[in-house]
């Protein structure tokens, strides 16, 4: 599987010519839907929800389709009948020759006088796992990569750290990060790696990894 890192919390995972995207969101690349048999997204929030973005990619290659949590899927779906798909917490499906599981309920606290919105997190072929904006854990799964979102409103490096030794994969790489300054990069590099149990990568946007 080829692993390429989009600005933000996008990825594309591609394999076997299949192509599935996650979280293409207003901090994305505009090439970042090009050819994708199928988008991902965790939850409603912009900088991973980009709903004008989807509506082009959809309207331009008649064959992308969405998996996303109810609240999007309703925002787009009258437009697209039968290409996107409302899943939650515990459903399965296979999309462009990928495995995919469905975990997590809740994105997180953001402040208590903020409402938490719905968040889903997939996991990709029992080993790659994309949390959105949650520290969700998958049950009865051993994680080999954690798209791991390193910096956010909503946490603070400790619990980064102790996400990553919770999960327990191979390895992290890093996701939300379009806030990070290059100059706070070195201290979570080694912060994350020495502290968190797993080998701690970073790629820059378009860079890519074979897993």
Not at 21 to 47: N, Q, R, S, Y
Not at 194 to 202: K, Q
């Amino acid at each position: 599987m080829k692993f390429i890192k989009k600005s933000h919390s996008c990825v594309r995972l591609e394999k076997d010519g299949g192509v599935l995207v996650i979280d293409p969101g207003m901090f994305t690349e505009e090439d970042a839907l090009a050819g994708a048999d199928a988008v991902l997204v965790t939850h409603e929030h912009p900088d991973h929800f980009d709903e004008a973005r989807l509506r082009a990619a959809l309207e331009a290659s008649p064959g992308t389709e969405i998996w996303t949590l109810a609240a999007v899927a309703d925002s787009i779906s009258a437009a697209f009948p039968g290409r996107v798909h409302a899943v939650g917490n515990g459903d399965a499906f296979t999309v462009a020759g990928f495995d995919v599981q469905v975990h997590g309920e809740l994105h997180a606290v953001i402040h208590p006088d903020i409402p938490r919105v719905t968040n889903v997190g997939y996991l990709v072929d029992g080993r790659v796992f994309h949390p959105g904006d949650a520290l969700t854990v998958p049950q009865y799964a051993t994680v080999e990569t954690l798209l791991l979102p390193v910096q956010a409103p909503w946490s603070k490096l400790s619990e980064v750290i102790d996400y990553v030794r919770e999960v327990k994969p191979q390895r992290a790489y890093d996701v939300h990060d379009a806030l990070l300054t290059d100059l706070a990069r070195p201290i979570y590099d080694r912060q994350i790696g020495a502290l968190g149990g797993a080998e701690h990568l970073r790629l820059a946007s378009g860079d890519s990894a074979e897993l």
